[in-house]
C-alpha cells in the first residue's frame, strides 16, 4: 500500500512539474511583445503611450507604418509556433517528460500559455495586446485547415464594418463553430482550446466592445469596402 502511494505521488509530481514549467515557458516567451521589441530597434518606441494604448499590431499599424507593423506580427506570431511546437518537446534537465501526460493537452496548455502572456506580458508591466496574432501562431501548428476560413472571416468583416476590434471578435468565435460542424468528435481536444480562446479574444477586446456600443471606436476606413465618400 505505502508504494503505491508513494508511486501515485511521484507520477503526480512528475506531472505537475513537466506542466507548470513548460507552461511557464510558454508564458514568458508569449510575454516577448513583438511591439516592444521593435519599438527598441526603432530607438525606444513604446506604442503604449500612442493612439489606443495597445501594444498590438492594429496599433503598431495606425502609429507606425505597414513595415513596423509587419515586424510586430511576425514576432508575435512566430511566438505561438514556437510555444505550440517546440515547448511541449523539449527535455527540462532533472524533471524529464512524464508518461503520465498526454502530449495533445500539455500543447494545448503551452499555446495558452503564450496568448496568456501575450494580454499579461511579466516583461512589460502586464501591458500588453489582444492575443489574436499570438493566437494565430498557435492555430497554425494545432489547426493549419482553419486559418483559410477564419482569415476569410476576418477580412470580410474588416472590409464591411472597417472595425478591426469586430474582425478579430468574429473570426475567434468563428474557430470553434467551424471545428463544431468539420471536426468532431475527432478533434474535442482542439475545439475546446478554440472554444476557450475565442471567450478569452471576447474578453480581451471588451473595451473595443463598449466603445462600440457607444459608438466611440475607431474605423479602419481605407480598408472599408462601402466607406461614404466624403
Not at 489582444?130 to 492555430?139: F, H, N, Q, R, Y
Request: net charge positive.
Amino acid at each position: 500500500m505505502l508504494q503505491c502511494r508513494a508511486a501515485a505521488n511521484k507520477d503526480l509530481t512528475g506531472i505537475v512539474l513537466e506542466l507548470a514549467s513548460k507552461f511557464l515557458i510558454s508564458y514568458f516567451l508569449g510575454s516577448f511583445m513583438g511591439s516592444l521589441v521593435m519599438g527598441r530597434i526603432r530607438g525606444g518606441v513604446d506604442i503604449r503611450t500612442m493612439g489606443s494604448g495597445n501594444a498590438g499590431g492594429t496599433n503598431a499599424l495606425r502609429t507606425q507604418g505597414v513595415a513596423f507593423a509587419l515586424g510586430v506580427m511576425a514576432i508575435d506570431i512566430g511566438k505561438g509556433v514556437l510555444a505550440t511546437a517546440l515547448v511541449p518537446g523539449i527535455n527540462i534537465p532533472t524533471i524529464g517528460p512524464s508518461p503520465d501526460i498526454s502530449r495533445e493537452w500539455l500543447t494545448l496548455c503551452c499555446a495558452a500559455a503564450a496568448v496568456i502572456g501575450h494580454v499579461w506580458p511579466m516583461w512589460h508591466q502586464f501591458r500588453g495586446g489582444k492575443g489574436a496574432a499570438t493566437l494565430v501562431g498557435t492555430l497554425i501548428v494545432l489547426a493549419p485547415y482553419l486559418l483559410l476560413p477564419v482569415v476569410s472571416i476576418w477580412l470580410v468583416v474588416l472590409l464591411l464594418s472597417g472595425f478591426v476590434g469586430l474582425s478579430t471578435i468574429s473570426a475567434g468565435i468563428a474557430a470553434p463553430v467551424l471545428m463544431w460542424l468539420l471536426r468532431l468528435p475527432e478533434d474535442q481536444p482542439v475545439f475546446i482550446y478554440c472554444l476557450a480562446m475565442s471567450m478569452y479574444i471576447i474578453f480581451s477586446h471588451r473595451s473595443n466592445i463598449g466603445r462600440m456600443i457607444r459608438g466611440e471606436e475607431s474605423r479602419l476606413t481605407r480598408a472599408m469596402l462601402l466607406r461614404r465618400n466624403r
